[in-house]
T-cell receptor, first 111, second 112 residues
Framework: DTGVSQNPRHKITKRGQNVTFRCDPI?????LYWYRQTLGQGPEFLTY????????KSRLLSDRFSAERPKGSFSTLEIQRTEQGDSAMYLC?????????FGQGTRLTVV | DQQVKQNSPSLSVQEGRISILNCDYT??????FLWYKKYPAEGPTFLIS?????DKNEDGRFTVFLNKSAKHLSLHIVPSQPGDSAVYFC???????????FGPGTRLSVLP
């Protein structure tokens, strides 16, 4: 399978705990994106990497959120001190040309 | 301020007929537009795209039309099939993929 891979698929955590998600993009893609989607809404942009450089961050990305893409390959998204409002589907996408291809997402539930 | 709008939350169409999904945008800097389909509990799947220098792009049963003066695009699915039942998102980008802005989606139901 050469698509975008996200792990874990589901995560349930207690409020206040830290969580980390991983995204493995399509291997030749140099751009990687993180989005968040809640029920009834379209995906909301969080951040964007070109190779290892984080080029853009949304104001939605509070200081509790941090994303990395070491060596321009896989990426991690960490949420510290999770809150119930962080419950959502976190989507990763990668692209080489204008079209972005999404992974299956990680469903986060904060209880 | 919602830059990409899909004003119809849902649409029902009979199998074999045409489905037309609409999208409006406000930012004239958008230069590339995309449609995605999403099933429950899955990530969005890319369907078809169009550059701002074109007014039509066709791929099999899917055709996207772009009217720049009206800041409007539409996705036509002909003929519609029950497997097309999903949520469809319109997305737009500046600088060919620096950031994708999505609409809220339209739920399409194709009735057998």
């Amino acid at each position: 399978d050469t698509g975008v891979s996200q792990n874990p698929r589901h995560k349930i955590t207690k409020r206040g705990q830290n969580v980390t998600f991983r995204c493995d993009p399509i291997s030749e893609h140099n751009r990687l994106y993180w989005y968040r989607q809640t029920l009834g809404q379209g995906p909301e942009f969080l951040t964007y990497f070109q190779n290892e450089a984080q080029l853009e961050k949304s104001r939605l990305l509070s200081d509790r959120f941090s994303a990395e893409r070491p060596k321009g390959s896989f990426s991690t998204l960490e949420i510290q001190r999770t809150e119930q409002g962080d419950s959502a589907m976190y989507l990763c996408a990668s692209s080489l040309v204008p079209e972005a291809f999404f992974g299956q997402g990680t469903r986060l539930t904060v209880v | 301020d919602q830059q990409v709008k899909q004003n119809s939350p849902s649409l029902s169409v009979q199998e074999g007929r045409i489905s037309i999904l609409n999208c409006d945008y406000t930012n004239s800097m958008f230069d590339y537009f995309l449609w995605y389909k999403k099933y429950p509990a899955e990530g969005p799947t890319f369907l078809i795209s169009i550059s701002s220098i074109k007014d039509k792009n066709e791929d099999g049963r899917f055709t996207v039309f772009l009217n720049k003066s009206a800041k409007h695009l539409s996705l036509h699915i002909v003929p519609s099939q029950p497997g097309d039942s999903a949520v469809y998102f319109c997305a737009a980008t500046i600088n060919y993929g620096q950031n994708f802005v999505f609409g809220p989606g339209t739920r399409l139901s194709v009735l057998p």
